[in-house]
């Protein structure tokens, strides 16, 4: 073998080695890149499922708090119609009363409203006197049409009798029986000059209703609240 075929022969060898050192070099390479790639994809999988059960977990938690939310209102509007219906049926108790009943009632509530004004009439008279003072000259008690036919003159008369002695003789004749009638359920309203009381059953069971719904509810409902 010659010089140069011991050269060339050389060279051959030497660039084979770089070619196999390079194969293990890209190799070593592409498995590391998979690797690489097997990693991410496993991590980008396990965020995925991470997110996912978050997500899943707050359905669940939207969901359960919708029906909690649906369940109060649910039972809130019950409760409501119970009261109401508790109210709806005393109403309509108050005003099936029997009649000597229902006189006595609506006489107490003209003699309360009657008596109070005065009452107010007569500070307001001892801070800017009398003249300054509108007096009315009678005090009218407005029915509706069918209690002015029939209970206007008992109410009239147990008014009187509930008031003697509490307001003068001359007060107690300015009351009287209005010409005109109201548009209400049963009760009266008073009127004192350019001043109407409401004595309406509804007024007067508005504010019954004002004072009492909370205790009625709590009446209602607390024991069953307390299991």
Request: a negative charge; one cysteine or more; aromatic letters at 4%.
């Amino acid at each position: 073998m010659t010089g140069l075929d011991k050269i060339t022969e050389k060279i051959i060898a030497e660039a084979r080695a770089d070619a196999a050192a390079i194969n293990d070099r890209a190799s070593k390479q592409c498995a590391d890149i998979m690797f690489a790639a097997s990693s991410d994809a496993e991590r980008i999988k396990a965020s995925l499922e991470e997110r996912a059960q978050k997500e899943a977990e707050n359905i669940i938690a939207r969901a359960k708090s919708s029906v909690a939310m649906q369940k109060r209102n649910l039972i809130l509007d019950a409760k409501s119609k119970a009261v109401d219906s508790i109210f709806e049926t005393a109403y309509k108790e108050l005003l099936a009363l029997p009649e000597e009943k229902y006189c006595e009632l609506v006489s107490r509530l003209v003699a309360a409203a009657i008596t109070d004004e005065l009452e107010t009439e007569k500070n307001n008279i001892s801070l800017y006197g009398e003249e300054n003072v509108d007096i009315p000259e009678k005090y009218e008690l407005i029915f509706n049409e069918s209690d002015k036919k029939k209970l206007s003159d008992a109410v009239l008369k147990g008014t009187e009798r509930i008031v003697i002695g509490k307001i003068s003789r001359e007060e107690i004749s300015k009351l009287s029986i209005a010409e005109d009638t109201a548009d209400i359920d049963g009760g009266v309203i008073v009127r004192l000059g350019n001043i109407e009381i409401n004595c309406s059953t509804e007024a007067v069971f508005a504010l019954v209703r004002e004072r009492m719904e909370s205790e009625i509810s709590e009446m209602l409902f607390s024991e069953e609240e307390n299991k």
